[in-house]
């Protein structure tokens, strides 16, 4: 079975530039989780939407950060613009709610903000 | 207080050695507990996954989780040099609301 699909894998551009990570959850997957993963902070959740629905953004650092997910096989995380703290690995996750097993993550997206 | 507080480490062991890893978390609420693996740049793997108290066991890896105590524990026996990674607890009220800890740097030396 295909697992939690992102892209692109690494990301590098300029300060100012706007970037967008792109997820494919796990078919039949409902819920779908946006993280941010550095050094100083670790692991730290985002947004994440229930049936494409947007549950919870309150990870959400800035305004300059917007999720979609325009249906059930596809999300998007945009940053306009881009700032070099922005700089991490993005990690989506899926989960099928009262499947009553726990979230699966992709590989996720390096992203190098110069 | 952080909600959730794990050694970082590193961890270095020899192959073949036992290997306790270690969270503490303050929120009694908290019901539901998981380890994931996590490789160099790879993302979080599940590893093992639990709900409310108890010992779980799989192949070389057990979880066991103290409530009383706020205390879970992954023990992988028999570690190999495959085992070497990054490990992370997870724990919430649900498997959609979960913090996890910093995780715990482990090498497995041959």
């Known amino acids: 079975d295909a697992g939690v699909i992102q892209s692109p894998r690494h990301e590098v551009t300029e300060m100012g530039q706007e970037v967008t990570l792109r997820c494919k959850p796990i078919s039949g997957h409902n819920s779908l989780f946006w993280y941010r993963q550095t050094m100083m902070r670790g692991l730290e959740l985002l947004i994440y939407?229930?049936?494409?629905?947007?549950?919870?953004d309150s990870g959400m650092p800035e305004d300059r950060f917007s999720a979609k997910m325009p249906n059930a096989s596809f999300s998007t995380l945009k940053i306009q613009p881009s700032e070099p703290r922005d700089s991490a690995v993005y990690f989506c996750a899926s989960m099928r709610v009262g499947s009553n097993q726990p979230q699966h993550f992709g590989d996720g997206t390096r992203l190098s903000i110069l | 207080q952080k909600e959730v507080e794990q050694d970082p480490g590193p961890l270095s062991v020899p192959e073949g050695a036992i290997v306790s890893l270690n969270c503490t978390y303050s929120?009694?609420?908290?019901?539901?507990f998981m380890w994931y693996r996590q490789y160099s740049r790879k993302g979080p793997e599940l590893l093992m996954y639990?709900?409310?108290?108890g010992n779980k066991e799989d192949g070389r890896f057990t979880a066991q989780v103290d409530k009383s105590s706020k205390y879970i524990s992954l023990f992988i026996r028999d570690s190999q040099p495959s085992d070497s990674a990054t490990y992370l607890c997870?724990?919430?009220?649900?498997?959609?609301?979960?913090?996890f800890g910093p995780g715990t740097s482990l090498s497995v030396i041959p």
């Open positions: 929120n009694s609420a908290f019901q539901y």
């Open positions: 997870a724990m919430g009220t649900s498997y959609d609301k979960v913090i």
């Open positions: 639990t709900y409310s108290s």
């Open positions: 939407f229930n049936n494409n629905v947007p549950i919870d």
